[in-house]
């Protein structure tokens, strides 16, 4: 059974800092990868879709990077702004024959301090 | 509206209330679904839609009780609830084509609280 673990569960930073958020899954079989944003009591917001032939993707000041062999993957967050103060999720989906199943780990907060 | 909305957004019910959770999805997607967030706890998916037919149901107790009349709108009926399934509810959606579930779209979420 897959399992997937975020390190740290919550973390602050000054504004400004450069930041990795880390993701870590015990079954390297998987088809992607996503990075999701959730605010407080709001839904989540896709950030980055990383397919498992990839090894990075890209969007602004967010860089995620997949290792499979390693079972991990990482979201780089540079110049963090206290607009990035959120909860931010990976999940994984396991094959393309796996259905709509995604599994979560339990997310990391993250506070930018101004 | 765009994207996928979820009403209400707050819902205080007793254990013995009958309540429904409704979610519409103005993407033109033909699969939804319904996930449990509960404090502390990943989030936990609970049942599967597409094409209006229900392709998974995570053993979910039987007082949720789901309903999807189109590919449109979901609905999650609720009935003698506990306190333990206070959580916030989240409705997303997707395109599947040929088996294959493209990247889900999250609704705001519903946050229910049993007392």
């Known amino acids: 059974k897959q399992e997937v673990t975020q390190i740290p569960a919550a973390l602050s930073v000054p504004e400004g800092e450069n930041l990795v958020l880390n993701c870590s899954f015990t079954?390297?079989?998987?088809?992607?990868l996503q990075w999701f944003r959730q605010d407080p009591g709001k839904g989540l917001t896709s950030l980055l879709l990383?397919?498992?032939?990839?090894r990075e993707q890209t969007s602004g000041r967010l860089n995620a990077s997949l290792d499979k062999s390693s079972g991990r993957s990482t979201l780089y967050i540079a110049a963090s702004q206290p607009g990035d103060s959120a909860t931010y999720l990976c999940a994984l989906k396991g094959s393309r024959t796996s259905g709509s199943r995604l599994t979560f780990g339990e997310g990391t907060q993250l506070t930018v301090n101004p | 509206e765009t994207g996928v909305t979820q009403t209400p957004r707050h819902l205080v019910m007793g254990m013995t209330n009958k309540k429904s959770l409704k979610c519409e999805q103005h993407l033109g997607h033909n699969a939804m679904y319904w996930y449990k967030q509960s404090a502390k706890k990943p989030l936990e998916l609970m049942f599967v839609?597409?094409?209006?037919?229900?392709?998974e149901n995570n053993s979910v107790p039987s007082r949720f009780s789901p309903e999807c009349p189109n590919s449109s709108h979901l609905f999650l009926h609720l009935h003698t609830l506990q306190p333990e399934d206070s959580a916030l509810y989240l409705c997303?959606?997707?395109?599947?084509?040929?088996?294959?579930?493209?990247?889900?779209?999250f609704g705001p979420g519903t946050r229910l609280t049993v007392t």
């Open positions: 997303a959606s997707s395109q599947m084509q040929a088996d294959h579930y493209y990247e889900q779209y």
């Open positions: 990383i397919q498992s032939s990839q």
């Open positions: 839609y597409n094409f209006k037919e229900q392709t």
């Open positions: 079954d390297s079989a998987i088809y992607n």
